[in-house]
């Protein structure tokens, strides 16, 4: 019995790093400067912030969060397309989105 607690113990340790390690990132919160950084020609502060909010609830649904790092700018929109219909992105949706990720991105 004191075994099978302590296995317990050691699986929940397990579980509780593994999730400790998918949030070691914050996206960056939407700033006048963040706005001047993109290059959606329809972004301002309201679309980023949509776009983030989108980003932040609804990409995390199936996986981690994807790092804006990992990928080129030029593979983002492509990427957020294949998600689209996994999400149920409404158009205006997945382009706020991408003018969130480009935006951080410094595109
Ligand atoms: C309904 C589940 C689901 C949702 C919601 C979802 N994804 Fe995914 N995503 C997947 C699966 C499954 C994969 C595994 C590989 C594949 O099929 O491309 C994946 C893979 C990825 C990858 C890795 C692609 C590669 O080629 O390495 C990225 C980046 C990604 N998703 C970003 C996003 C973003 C951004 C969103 C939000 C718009 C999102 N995902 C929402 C299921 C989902």
Redesign the pocket.
């Known amino acids: 019995m004191r075994r099978l607690a302590i296995w317990i113990m050691a699986i929940t340790c397990l579980v509780d790093l593994s999730s400790c390690g998918t949030t070691s990132f914050t996206p960056p919160p939407v700033t006048v400067e963040l706005v001047r950084n993109g290059s959606d020609p329809h972004r301002d502060i309201a679309m980023l912030s949509e776009g983030r909010a ?2 932040v609830h ?6 981690t969060l ?1 790092a804006f790092w ?2 080129s700018t030029e ?2 929109p492509k ?2 397309d ?3 219909h ?2 149920n ?1 409404r158009p205006a949706e ?1 382009d706020a ?1 991408v003018a969130y ?1 480009l935006a951080v991105r410094g595109q």
Request: hydrophobic fraction near 45%; aromatic fraction near 12%.
């Open positions: 989108l980003f609804r990409c995390i649904e199936c996986h994807p990992r990928y593979d983002w990427i957020v294949s998600m689209a996994r999400s992105l997945r989105i990720i």
